[in-house]
Nanobody, 129 residues
Framework: QVQLVESGGGLVQAGGSLRVSCAASGRSFSTNVMGWFRQAPGKEREFVAAISRSGSSTLYSDSVKGRFTISRDNAKNAVYLQMNSLRPEDTAVYYC??????????????????????WGQGTQVTVSS
C-alpha cells in the first residue's frame, strides 16, 4: 500500500491561490489512480478531483471545476492540487488518496471515498472572506 503525506495548506484570502502537494512512498505510485477529497467541520468527506495513472485524464467536482487543477509527477511520486479563485466555502481539511492499481474505475467510483485504499493525514486550507 502506498503511504501519502500532504503539505502546502494554509490561510489565504478569498480570491487567492494555493497549491497543496501529496508525496507518496512506494514504487507502485504510477499504477494508482489518485484523488483529492476535502472535509469541512460537521460535513461529510467530499470529492474534489481525481487523476488517471498517466495524468492524461482528470475529473472534478462541479464546485471546483474551472478553479482547481489536479496534476501528478510520477517521476517524483507526487500529486498536486492547484487551487485558484478560492472561496470561503473551500475551507476544509484536504486529503490525498490513492486507489488500488490495475482496476478500471468509473467516474462514479472515483467520486466515492470507499474506492480509495490509502489516505494521507490531511492538510488544512482556510479561506478568509
Amino acid at each position: 500500500q502506498v503511504q501519502l503525506v500532504e503539505s502546502g495548506g494554509g490561510l489565504v484570502q478569498a480570491g487567492g491561490s494555493l497549491r497543496v502537494s501529496c508525496a507518496a512512498s512506494g514504487r507502485s505510485f504510477s499504477t494508482n489512480v489518485m484523488g483529492w477529497f476535502r472535509q469541512a467541520p460537521g460535513k461529510e468527506r467530499e470529492f474534489v478531483a481525481a487523476i488517471s495513472r498517466s495524468g492524461s485524464s482528470t475529473l472534478y467536482s462541479d464546485s471546483v471545476k474551472g478553479r482547481f487543477t489536479i496534476s501528478r509527477d510520477n517521476a517524483k511520486n507526487a500529486v498536486y492540487l492547484q487551487m485558484n479563485s478560492l472561496r470561503p466555502e473551500d475551507t476544509a481539511v484536504y486529503y490525498c488518496a490513492a486507489a488500488r492499481g490495475k482496476i478500471v474505475y468509473s467516474d462514479y467510483d472515483l467520486r466515492v471515498p470507499s474506492t480509495y485504499t490509502s489516505w494521507g493525514q490531511g492538510t488544512q486550507v482556510t479561506v478568509s472572506s
